[in-house]
């Protein structure tokens, strides 16, 4: 199988003292730092902009997967390339997909496209050629602690045969309620990388040992 890369989520994380909470899931281990800007139009939510992202570049190595939850994403993206790995744009939000993918590209950063899980896959089958990462949602976007709707791991498992088939080597993101007890059946379906938000940021257990049983679950399988 293969080797799936974890993506914690500050969504939940102690925002009173974020630097600290970043390098907690550096030091845990994680292989990104998955940052969720929102802007009340997109989705109904705020949480934060460049000025905060550009702030934690500064605190922590780990490569930034930024989720643009914003309506025209074309206007944004440009605030986002410099500090991120992959910079990842809705296909719902714009009416011009391609554009911003190339504008994402030429920026420096990865490009990636997310769906809602109101969005077919024929939503970005014509632009499985320009991205770096297809990240589908497995809740509706817009706050962190939801229960992942099972029926999205099913595209995701037709997504993986699409990328396949078609010699694609974009990633599979997948993106909501990723918890130990689904994480191996995501990586299954076909998922590279899982975002993991409460799941990792919890009054429960640290985000180190949050991460190593998210770990322990893709190792075992089940
Ligand atoms: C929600 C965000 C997610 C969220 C995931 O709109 O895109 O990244 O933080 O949080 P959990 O893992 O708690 O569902
Ligand atoms: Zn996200």
């Not at 030091?27 to 998955?34: S, W």
């Not at 790995?85 to 719902?92: L, R």
């Amino acid at each position: 199988m293969r080797t799936v890369q974890l993506a914690p989520s500050i969504l939940t994380a102690d925002f009173s003292r974020l630097a600290e909470e970043v390098r907690a899931a550096e030091e845990g281990g994680a292989d990104l730092l998955h940052l969720d800007v929102m802007d009340g139009r997109f989705v109904p939510n705020i949480t934060f902009g460049h000025a905060l992202v550009e702030a934690l570049r500064k605190v922590t190595s780990l490569p930034f997967d930024i989720h643009l939850m914003v309506a025209e994403p074309e206007r944004q993206v440009g605030f986002y390339t410099e500090a991120a790995k992959t910079v990842n744009v809705h296909v719902e939000a714009t009416d011009h997909i391609n554009r911003v993918l190339d504008s994402i590209r030429k920026g420096g950063a990865e490009a990636g496209v997310c769906l809602n899980p109101g969005t077919p896959l024929a939503a970005i089958e014509e632009s499985l050629g320009e991205v770096d990462q297809v990240m589908v949602m497995t809740i509706n976007p817009g706050w962190g602690g939801q229960k992942l709707i099972p029926a999205q791991l099913e595209k995701v498992s037709r997504l993986r045969t699409l990328l396949d088939e078609g010699g694609h080597a974009a990633r599979i993101e997948v993106d909501g309620g990723v918890k130990v007890e689904n994480a191996a059946t995501c990586a299954a379906a076909g998922a590279d990388v899982l975002v993991c938000g409460s799941s990792v940021y919890n009054d429960r257990s640290s985000v180190a040992e949050n991460l190593a049983s998210l770990r322990a679950a893709l190792a075992k399988g089940s």
